[in-house]
């Protein structure tokens, strides 16, 4: 499926407002790329549906979940997990990617999870910092993610931690072992 | 053993500071299971002996929880773990307690964990809201104790997760996990 096409299926499932976020993930996670032993095509179909479920019903991401006997902590550590897991199962079914690579970077780029794959890290992380994105520490990140896409990927799951702590809301666990994860095994 | 040759056997471990923080821990354990159903003369024994094995070379601590085979997360998520487990061991073996709930009180002190006893959350919280101690949210913590244990621990277990990862420091997955667990199943 070349660019155009891919565009072309998504936008419809997304508000204006997220078509244009979706855009600033490809971007980013284009640039992300270039450092990186990936295929350039497979990371802009990545990052064009990695939403593709965001606006479908609670109930039908439900249902996915459980009906694939996916980690059960993705409904009950609340609802923004959802799409992730659910997008790949869609994109899969109804727009008929089959690239596991691909698939695998849609389905955990909202927890991130421990040993990414770099396919699953540019997404990860583009998502996290494309241009639209506005929230404290997310400039800091960015200008991490240029020296260092590890210590970036750490710094977006520390502040995601941060933050739900803050909100008194739980934490996926895989997020918190990922951020263990690195912080054992990097530097910075 | 009385109150009296339990502090006689536990100071001679102990700095003068840590004798003080025991004793605000014993006082304050007492006063927090004025509400609770469970014997008084345990909780003030686990309280005096809770730090029981502070001063212990590091290289003993971690022989210990290697040798009795506990998890190794004790040894890999930070040094300030280690005397919490290697208390309970060196409180049994050396002193003679075998009482279970005192010892589990104060093996699982500084991590807390998922589903605590009446006994190990009253140490655990005593341990982090006693007079002596003095940092952010500790005030906040103490006049929730009086009023919803749970959600004082809760808090606890927040406070001490962010502390952690501002310091760009591991944290203890059961941790997180009685964090979750709390913030899953109690209100406030």
């Given at each position: 499926m070349d660019r155009k096409e891919a565009l072309e299926r998504v936008k419809p499932h997304l508000t204006e407002h997220r078509y244009v976020h979706t855009l600033g993930v490809r971007d980013t996670a284009l640039k992300l790329a270039e450092?990186?032993?990936?295929e350039k095509d497979k990371v802009e179909t990545a990052a064009i549906f990695?939403?593709?479920?965001?606006?479908?019903?609670k109930e039908e991401m439900r249902r996915i979940i459980e009906a694939e006997n996916w980690n059960e902590q993705f409904i009950t550590?609340?609802?923004?997990?959802?799409?992730?897991p659910a997008g790949a199962y869609l994109v899969e079914k109804e727009?008929?990617?089959?690239?596991e690579e691909i698939l695998s970077a849609i389905f955990w780029h909202t927890t991130g999870k421990v040993d990414m794959s770099p396919m699953e890290k540019i997404i990860f992380l583009a998502d996290y910092i494309e241009p639209n994105r506005k929230f404290p520490g997310v400039e800091e990140t960015r200008e991490e993610a240029e020296k260092d896409m590890d210590c970036a990927i750490k710094m977006a799951l520390r502040n995601t931690i941060t933050f739900l702590l803050k909100k008194n809301q739980p934490v996926f666990p895989e997020t918190l072992f990922a951020y263990n994860h690195l912080t054992l095994n990097t530097n910075g």
């Open positions: 450092k990186e032993d990936v990695h939403d593709y479920a965001k606006f479908r019903s550590y609340g609802d923004e997990l959802l799409h992730a727009v008929g990617i089959k690239d």
